[in-house]
Nanobody, 124 residues
Framework: QVQLVESGGGLVQAGGSLRLSCAAS????????MGWFRQAPGQAREFVAA????????RYADSVKGRFTISRDNAKNTVYLQMNSLKPEDTAVYYC?????????????????WGPGTQVTVAS
């Protein structure tokens, strides 16, 4: 099990940028594939991006491809989500998640541990 805490959310104007961080506890962080998901009010939680345990491969939702970048620093037990060219439709609570058994999955059920989330609001 790994404990996750997101940070870096906030209010930004459309076209702006934010970088989210997700700090993980424990010494086994490098064994986990990681993902970012988001949930807007009244909507289901949706996949945003994922990265392998080594950081060598990534996967993105079509809606964020070319605008968002996922990365990780295993020495710092941290995964990041750089978000550029933000749009009002990116407004949501953003969650990071850890998967011990699946790589680059888009499915919430394949992630074992979740952070509490951080709010991102993009004003038009």
């Amino acid at each position: 099990q790994v404990q996750l805490v997101e940070s870096g959310g906030g209010l930004v104007q459309a076209g702006g940028s934010l970088r989210l961080s997700c700090a993980a506890s424990g010494r086994t962080f490098s064994r986990y594939a990681m993902g970012w998901f988001r949930q807007a009010p009244g909507q289901a939680r949706e996949f945003v991006a994922a990265i392998t345990n080594s950081g060598s491969s990534t996967r993105y939702a079509d809606s964020v491809k070319g605008r968002f970048t996922i990365s990780r620093d295993n020495a710092k037990n941290t995964v990041y989500l750089q978000m550029n060219s933000l749009k009002p439709e990116d407004t949501a609570v953003y969650y990071c998640a850890a998967s011990a058994g699946f790589i680059l999955s888009t499915l919430t059920a394949r992630y074992d541990d979740w952070g509490p989330g951080t709010q991102v609001t993009v004003a038009s």
